[in-house]
């Protein structure tokens, strides 16, 4: 007897190219491993034998296989249609069995993993007839309707943990083998091809180029179906100077948010390496190329799988923390891994992209990094996105300078400007001005009986408009034009678009294990008179209320990073700070601490998850009074948006100032916009109804849409 080995079942109906994928996997995996492969043809008795066919195969090939033990078994003779010699099957650390029934209900047991390969049926049949010649084809309508009858009974493709959609270029094999070690069962079994994945070569190249972003973002990635721009849309503004905002370049508020504004990173999931992953309800569905990985289990611990480890050193001279890994959101109801309840939301819970090459833009320095892991493509196209940066740095600055107005009207199909008529979004909200109040009022009797210190109480806009008279892209372009920030972000995942000019940080790890949040809480709107802008600013900066609500939430997030952090690290480096931007004043503070080496940094991430300055304090006990009174799922907004990457380093923004574009199969988009405020003992009602106004004034007004009043 040997060890038990994993059994890996490639199942799918004639034709889709199972074999050859067995063979292939089979070869990759020999580099490594001893493996043993199977086939189902051989055992099948006859042309009519498909459900006779499975059962010899679990009872004298699966079973002494699971138990370490060399499969002895009776092989079919196809040119005398009888019983043929018997054949043995010798265990190995990886058992690969391939044909239709591989992964049948009573082998299913025994199996460490089941992948299904499909394709379209004409395929199939030219596939499977080219491969058996006349001698299947007489048969091929019979066998087509054991396939029909056996699968009626029994889903596998619903089973599988790998869904291929094998369209015979080559590709399968190597996709496979990329998203197999994601398996929970097998993760050990391959660790030596996750160890490979840790010491990966990273080509680099720096040039002297100030390429218009928007412009580059749709060169490259224009025709991407998933691509993720983080982009530092205020970078090279006045942010906090001039008179009016009472700043000073030498203040260390202005220092810090030149510091969030310095890079912006353009990526997609192309290329060798990659890779998406959406998260839903306790289950990880990752895509790489022609094949999909089911992984349940909650999605920190996935996360915690896949980054966390050192796996690229970072180029020489490089001044950015990304060295290339995972990018995308993380919706709020992933709180359900946190201490919070579970609510399903209409949105993916995670939607995020493996870059293994990205553009990196260093606003300071005025240079562009190309940045990619070393693959056989790796060199074509480090030779198309240097042609791309070159011309973007010579386009005019239409792309990223062109008027807010003139954008929204390209966005937004009608009128001269595209603002107004019919075609602007009307917008309902989840609560009116009545049930906010009284929502308010409910949050505070919560408060008066201890239960809670603070609620950050939200609510949901939303609009309905047909799909074609609305582009995502060119609705962030007049978004960022509006409201720079420096956590604008814009993401497409195939049919969902995220328009984000988020001036929050939520949580940088470094990737020498430095920490840092910034939360903000209390927001005055900008006012075009200079000197009333000025007393707004003053306003905000002397308000007891506002105050007291921003040191509330840094006492939280002070315990949030306390968790993880070398004791005694903790510290706030700035309190209740001002900062400007372009339609609101905002109240700013920083705590900065330490990780320990070897920590598990997608744990420290998970409890600080979600942001405090979203939630309320304390936190756990919040959300639930929180899940009470908002009475529907949050979604994207209140997440995070921003990066994983292969150092170690992490660099997350809160969803705020976010709109959402679904896509549906109705030949409609769903708008979604966030908002919300800090309620305390002292709120008043009306105040911060006219609070969440202001907060949706910047995207509202840039769509010509009103606020949905009463």
Aim: aromatic residues 8%; hydrophobic residues 45%.
């Amino acid at each position: 007897m040997s060890p038990a080995p994993v059994i890996i079942a490639i199942d799918g109906r004639s034709g889709a190219g199972k074999t050859t994928l067995a063979v292939e996997l089979a070869a990759r995996l020999r580099a490594r491993h001893k493996v043993s492969l199977f086939h189902l043809e051989d055992i099948y008795p006859g042309w009519n034998g498909l459900a006779a066919g499975i059962e010899r195969y679990v009872s004298t090939v699966l079973e002494p296989l699971s138990r370490g033990m060399a499969a002895t078994w009776t092989s079919w003779d196809w040119e005398r249609h009888y019983d043929g010699d018997p054949r043995v099957t010798l265990p190995a650390e990886i058992v690969i069995v391939e044909g239709v029934g591989a992964a049948a209900a009573a082998a299913r047991p025994f199996l460490g993993a089941v992948i299904w390969a499909d394709s379209p049926e004409e395929v199939r049949r030219t596939r499977a007839l080219q491969r058996d010649g006349e001698t299947y084809e007489p048969y091929w309508d019979q066998w087509a309707a054991q396939e029909s009858e056996w699968l009626a009974g029994d889903d596998v493709a619903a089973a599988a943990d790998l869904q291929v959609r094998n369209v015979a270029d080559g590709s399968a094999p190597e996709d496979v083998l990329q998203l197999l070690p994601y398996l929970p069962v097998l993760a050990q079994v391959l660790a030596p091809e996750l160890s490979a994945r840790r010491g990966l070569s990273l080509r680099a190249e720096r040039l002297e180029a100030r390429p218009q972003a928007a412009e580059l973002f749709r060169a490259l990635y224009g025709g991407s179906a998933n691509a993720v721009w983080l982009d530092s849309s205020n970078a090279g503004a006045s942010l906090n100077t001039g008179p009016a905002a009472g700043g000073d370049p030498a203040d260390p508020t202005v220092r810090t948010a030149a510091e969030r504004s310095r890079f912006s990173i353009l990526a997609d999931d192309g290329g060798t390496f990659g890779q998406s992953v959406t998260h839903r309800s306790g289950a990880s569905h990752i895509s790489a190329g022609s094949v999909t990985a089911t992984v349940d289990g909650p999605f920190f611990r996935w996360l915690d799988s896949v980054w966390g480890r050192r796996a690229v050193r970072a180029p020489e001279g490089y001044p950015g923390e990304f060295t290339l890994g995972w990018l995308g959101y993380l919706g709020y109801e992933l709180k359900r891994e946190t201490g919070g309840t579970d609510v399903s939301a209409a949105t993916p819970d995670a939607a995020l992209i493996f870059a293994g090459r990205a553009v990196v833009l260093d606003h300071a320095d005025g240079t562009a990094w190309l940045l990619a892991l070393d693959a056989p493509d790796a060199a074509e196209w480090l030779d198309t996105a240097r042609a791309a940066v070159q011309a973007a740095a010579a386009a005019p600055t239409g792309s990223d300078t062109q008027d807010a107005a003139e954008l929204a009207g390209a966005a937004i199909v009608g009128g001269s400007t595209g603002v107004g008529g019919s075609s602007v979004p009307v917008f309902a909200s989840r609560d009116s001005g009545v049930a906010y109040r009284a929502k308010i009022a409910e949050a505070q009797r919560e408060i008066a009986e201890g239960n809670t210190y603070e609620v950050c109480l939200t609510t949901t806009l939303a609009a309905r408009v047909p799909a074609g008279s609305l582009d995502p892209w060119n609705t962030y372009l007049a978004l960022r034009r509006r409201n720079p920030a420096p956590f604008a972000s814009y993401l497409a995942f195939d049919g969902l678009a995220v328009a984000s000019t988020s001036p929050e940080r939520f949580l940088r790890i470094a990737a020498d294990g430095g920490m840092r949040a910034e939360p903000i809480k209390g927001t005055r709107r900008r006012a075009a008179d200079a000197t009333e802008d000025a007393a707004l600013r003053t306003e905000l900066a002397t308000s007891l209320k506002d105050r007291a609500e921003n040191i509330m939430i840094v006492d939280l997030l002070r315990n949030d990073l306390s968790h993880f952090a070398v004791p005694g690290s903790v510290t706030v480096s700035r309190l209740c700070a001002i900062e400007s931007y372009a339609t609101v004043h905002q109240m700013v503070s920083t705590i900065d601490a330490t990780l320990p080496p070897g920590s598990p940094r997608a744990e420290a991430v998970a409890a600080c998850f979600p942001a405090g300055s979203m939630t309320g304090a304390p936190k756990i006990s919040t959300m639930a009074i929180l899940d009470h009174l908002e009475a529907g799922p949050r979604g994207i907004y209140s997440g995070a948006i921003g990066y994983f990457s292969l150092n170690g380093a992490t660099d997350l923004a809160v969803a705020i100032r976010t709109l959402v574009i679904s896509a549906d199969n109705d030949g409609t988009a769903e708008l979604t916009l966030g908002v919300g405020g800090a309620i305390t003992s002292d709120s008043v009602p009306d105040e911060e109804y006219d609070e969440i106004r202001t907060k949706a004034y910047g995207v509202l007004s840039t769509l010509g849409a009103e606020f949905p009043d009463p």
